[in-house]
């Protein structure tokens, strides 16, 4: 595609021709406009590229429909972008979507969600998702003293959607830095629930999250007053927002509250930390968003872009060239840089 550009420029220039070569396009495909994390995002990466120079072509996927985002992943690279960037509804649904993007030589990039079966990515940008877990599990077990042996904590479990590969790491990294006091009893999961398939919310819904929430508060009878809860391990914001929620319909304040965790430093996961409702959220979004612009700076001109990590990521087809950026904790002390 580069090459293509190139030439035709050069043949515009010996004509002396007054055409131009187009401006360089970078195709978006982001998961939903429903969810503000995302819909922020896609905003600052258009923005982002468009400062850069770039000519971008953003789209969301409904409310994270997998089917739309194939339909819109196919749409853009028919219109030939120079660069493709997907943030995947479900990332092993896009193999036959990205044919083109190998065919044409199109480069793709993961962002922040993995693109698994298909050798079509060129690059995956995300952050550390492991260490975004660790930060999570390190925060409860600090925020409940959980190194003095003898507590006797109770806690319960959410993890994410099962299609992103980011939602087991999550819960990979929490339970690195949970799992001890779980098994010395320290931390009791009072409802027992831990497989996959009994904390894990599909599409990362917040209504989802909010059923189970009440479903939990219902079968283990948690109040403020008798049936105490101390923490509430939540892999974001979103879903956090969803359990405070619960709590407070069933009398839960500020002085009461469980430890809640959260990511992605979005407006409401602000608010509540603010409030005393949300202990901790993890920023990227300023990381990813300035990765990504240099990783299409250097693609355009041709070049290989940065990456810090060819080892961690295997799609399934091959281990990604990775740029993975280093989260950040915010909590009731530094929220202001999340703004
Ligand atoms: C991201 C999280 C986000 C979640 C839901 C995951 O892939 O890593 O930061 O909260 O999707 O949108």
Redesign the pocket.
């Known amino acids: 595609m580069l090459k293509r550009k190139i030439a035709a420029t050069a043949v515009a220039l010996l004509c002396l021709s007054p055409l131009v070569s187009h401006a360089f396009t970078v195709g978006l495909a982001f998961?939903t406009q429903e969810?503000p994390?995302?819909y922020k995002e896609g905003f600052m990466v258009d923005k982002g590229l468009k400062d850069a120079g770039f000519k971008t072509d953003l789209y969301f996927a409904g409310e994270t429909d997998p089917v739309l985002q194939q339909r819109q992943v196919k749409r853009l690279l028919d219109d030939n972008v120079d660069l493709l960037v997907v943030a995947a509804v479900d990332g092993s649904a896009l193999t036959d979507a990205l044919k083109p993007a190998i065919e044409k030589k199109i480069p793709v990039i993961a962002y922040?969600?993995l693109i698994t079966g298909t050798e079509a990515p060129s690059y995956y940008i995300s952050v550390d998702?492991e260490m975004i877990g660790e930060l999570q599990g390190e925060y409860l077990a600090k925020a409940l003293a959980l190194g003095s042996s003898g507590q006797n904590k109770t806690i319960e479990l959410f993890q994410?959607s099962l299609d992103?590969n980011?939602?087991k790491i999550f819960f990979k990294g929490a339970m690195k830095k949970l799992r001890l006091y779980i098994d010395r009893g320290d931390l009791v999961i009072k409802s027992g629930e831990q497989k996959a398939d009994e904390i894990s919310i599909p599409g990362?819904d917040n209504e989802t999250a909010l059923k189970r929430m009440d479903s939990l508060i219902a079968k283990q009878g948690y109040n403020p007053s008798t049936q105490k809860l101390d923490a509430v391990l939540s892999?974001?914001?979103?879903i956090a927002g969803s359990i405070i929620y619960a709590l407070e319909k069933v009398g839960f304040t500020k002085g009461n509250m469980p430890v809640i965790t959260g990511?992605?430093a979005t407006q409401t996961g602000i608010e509540n930390i603010k409030k005393g409702l949300q202990g901790m959220s993890i920023y990227?979004s300023g990381e990813l968003v300035k990765g990504v612009v240099e990783m299409a700076q250097a693609i355009s001109k041709g070049e290989e872009p940065d990456y810090n990590d060819d080892f961690s990521y295997d799609n399934g087809v091959k281990v990604m060239k990775s740029l993975l950026c280093d989260p950040e904790v915010i909590d009731s002390t530094n929220y202001q840089i999340a703004q």
């Open positions: 998961p969810d994390r995302w922040d969600r998702n994410g992103d980011n939602a990362w892999p974001n914001d979103g990511c992605d990227k």
